[in-house]
């Protein structure tokens, strides 16, 4: 007797080793990526490390921590059968929802976001593994046949109430990665140009709406576009742009002081000074720049562009519509995450604050990469549950 696979999927033997069923050079990319950024987070976080005042290691064991149990997360998520991941859309979707108005309430307030419930000593971002929720929860909305204007807009209004609820708090980065997730995951279904060409007008005529009305406060307009001013411009919009604007110039000095070889890992004279802001989550990319120099921060955006390829590679290869969707929503989200986050450090893009996956420090940020990791391994593994009998 013989079990056919589906469309993309492959016989696999009873005697293949377990390893088929994994993709290696993905789960390796990961590990050496979030290895690096252990090892990132550790020196913008370890103080001066004195003989009277030894290293601070509080940041890198948490960190830590918090791979090693995002990845026990991600493994379970690719283990888990796709049917209890779709039955569960409509729960999580609506939980999701309901943590999102309630941190608008009971939130705590960081930086002027009120984008986190604090427990403890621990804080949880649910923004961070809302994002997972809305890839499936469109890549549910957008497999299948065609999609229709019907299906389209259904999509968009699932996207646009967390969407909404994010901008309240108010989370920018977040809300971009949430835009980029949802267009990306749009143009990849099976849409027609003609509905494509229709949300690229709206979008554009949203955007212009949203930069003359008074949804956004100024200061936010000024943090959009502070990175395109010189400094008269920007000492004419007000303290905040001026805050915004020195920041990024601090991590431009830092990568700048790195040159080619870096000056050397826990060496970094703006690290080690502080003098860049946020410097173990945000700006986290200038650490890199400034102690790894070009060269190792060149090796960790190598690192990621592996990571895109194999994500896109399983993608292609999906046995079904539902995965390749997911797996094209959780690519579209590291690209854009990592784009933004490199070139905000070193001032080819806004000051928006968008974590940089599995190195930034940050458990919520850690937890919903590994999942995401886990989400496409799990698509990988199904193009091989077919075996030769």
């Known amino acids: 007797m013989t079990t056919f696979p589906a469309a993309g999927g492959r016989f696999r033997e009873e005697r293949d080793p377990w390893w088929f069923v994994v993709d290696p050079l993905l789960i390796l990319s990961v590990m050496a990526i979030t290895a690096m950024g252990a090892l990132l987070v550790y020196s913008a976080t370890r103080g001066p490390a004195t003989e009277l005042d030894p290293a601070d290691t509080s940041f890198l064991t948490r960190q830590v921590f918090f791979a090693v149990v995002g990845a026990s997360f991600g493994l379970f ?11 569960l859309v409509s729960v999580a979707y609506i939980s999701t929802l309901g943590l999102l108005f309630g941190i608008l309430l009971f939130g705590a307030n960081i930086n002027g976001t009120q984008a986190w419930y604090r427990f403890g000593g621990f804080t949880f971002q649910p923004s961070e593994p809302g994002k997972l929720v809305l890839i499936v929860t469109l890549a549910t909305v957008f497999s299948g046949d065609r999609v229709g204007f019907q299906r389209m807009a259904a999509g968009l209004l699932l996207a646009s109430v967390p969407i909404g609820l994010v901008l309240l708090q108010p989370d920018l980065g977040t809300v971009l990665v949430y ?3 949802t267009a990306v995951m749009i143009m990849m279904s099976n849409v027609s140009m003609r509905l ?3 949300l690229v007008l709206a979008a554009i005529t949203a955007i212009t709406a949203i930069f003359t009305s008074d949804v956004l406060e100024d200061y936010q307009k000024d943090r959009l576009t502070v990175f395109v001013l010189d400094d008269e411009a920007v000492a004419e919009l007000g303290a905040d742009a001026v ?3 020195y920041n990024a110039e601090q991590s431009q000095i830092a990568i700048g002081n790195g040159g080619l070889t870096g000056t050397g890992l826990f060496q970094g004279t703006q690290t080690s000074s502080n003098l860049v802001p946020e410097q173990q989550t945000d700006f986290i990319f200038s650490v890199a720049g400034e102690e790894l120099g070009f060269r190792g921060a060149a090796i960790l955006l190598v690192l990621f562009a592996v990571v895109v390829v194999r ?14 969707l997911m797996a094209v929503g959780v690519m579209s989200m590291f690209v854009f995450q990592v784009f933004q986050s490199a070139g905000m450090t070193m001032g ?11 190195v930034s420090y940050g458990g919520s940020s850690m937890l919903t990469s590994m999942i995401a990791i886990g989400l496409v391994l799990g698509v990988y593994r199904r193009r091989f549950d077919y075996v030769r009998a």
Do not use: K
Request: proline letters at 7%.
């Open 179 to 181: 835009i980029v997730v």
């Open 311 to 324: 994500i896109w590679r399983v993608a292609v290869r999906a046995s079904d519509e539902f995965d390749r």
């Open 243 to 245: 805050r915004v604007a």
């Open 77 to 87: 998520a690719a283990l888990v059968n796709i049917e209890r991941i779709r039955s």
């Open 196 to 198: 494509i060409l229709l």
């Open 348 to 358: 080819m893009m806004p000051v928006t604050g968008i974590p940089m996956p599995f």
